[in-house]
C-alpha cells in the first residue's frame, strides 16, 4: 500500500481554519465522514485516542501531526491531509507534557487490511523531507499535494 492509493483529491483541505485541535480534527473526519472512508464513530473514538497517545510531532520544517483510530471506526482506507491556515496545539508524541505548533495534519483512517506500521513507515519518510512539508504548506490546490505525494515511491 502505497501513500498514492490512500491520499486523494477529495481528502485534501487547504487553508483550514481551526481554533483548535478538535476543532481541526472534526474538520479532517467530515471529510473523511462524507467520502464514506469513516463510521459515525470516528471522529470521538480519535479524540480519545488523541488524549490517551499524543500524535504531534515537533520537526524542523514544521509541526505536524498523525492522529489514527483503530480499524472498527473506519470503512475504507483513506488518509485526509490538512493544511492549517494558523498553528493548533497538539501534545507532542516525543513529551506529552509540551506542545507541538501543529500546522499539518495526516488524519489516517486504515480499515483491517490497512498495514498500519507500512503506512506509517512510508508517511514518515515523506515528512522527513522539509522541502516536502514546505511545499505542503506552499500548496495552492490539492492536485499540489496529490502531485508531491504521487513522487514517493
Known amino acids: 500500500m502505497v501513500l498514492a492509493d490512500l ?4 481528502l485534501v483541505l487547504l487553508g483550514v481554519e481551526a481554533g483548535t485541535k478538535e476543532e481541526a480534527l472534526k474538520q479532517t473526519s467530515a471529510r473523511l465522514m462524507e467520502q464514506g472512508y469513516v463510521k459515525e464513530t470516528f471522529y470521538s473514538a480519535l479524540l480519545e485516542r488523541e488524549a490517551e497517545y499524543p500524535t504531534g510531532l515537533a520537526l524542523p520544517a514544521c509541526d505536524i501531526a498523525i492522529p489514527h483510530v483503530s480499524p472498527e471506526h ?19 508524541v516525543d513529551d506529552p507534557e509540551a506542545d507541538a505548533k501543529v500546522k499539518i495534519i495526516f488524519n489516517i483512517a486504515l480499515d483491517r487490511n490497512g498495514k498500519q506500521v507500512e503506512v506509517l513507515q512510508k508517511l ?10 514546505g511545499s505542503i504548506l506552499r500548496a495552492k490546490s490539492a492536485g499540489d499535494i496529490i ?7
Do not use: C, Q, Y
Request: aromatic letters at 4%; glycine letters at 4%; hydrophobic letters at 50%.
Open 7 to 10: 491520499i486523494t483529491e477529495n
Open 74 to 92: 473506519v470503512k475504507r482506507s483513506g488518509i485526509a491531509v490538512a493544511v492549517l491556515k494558523n498553528a493548533v496545539k497538539f501534545r507532542r
Open 124 to 133: 514518515m519518510e515523506f515528512i522527513s523531507d522539509e522541502a516536502v512539508l
Open 147 to 153: 502531485r508531491l505525494v504521487g513522487k514517493v515511491v
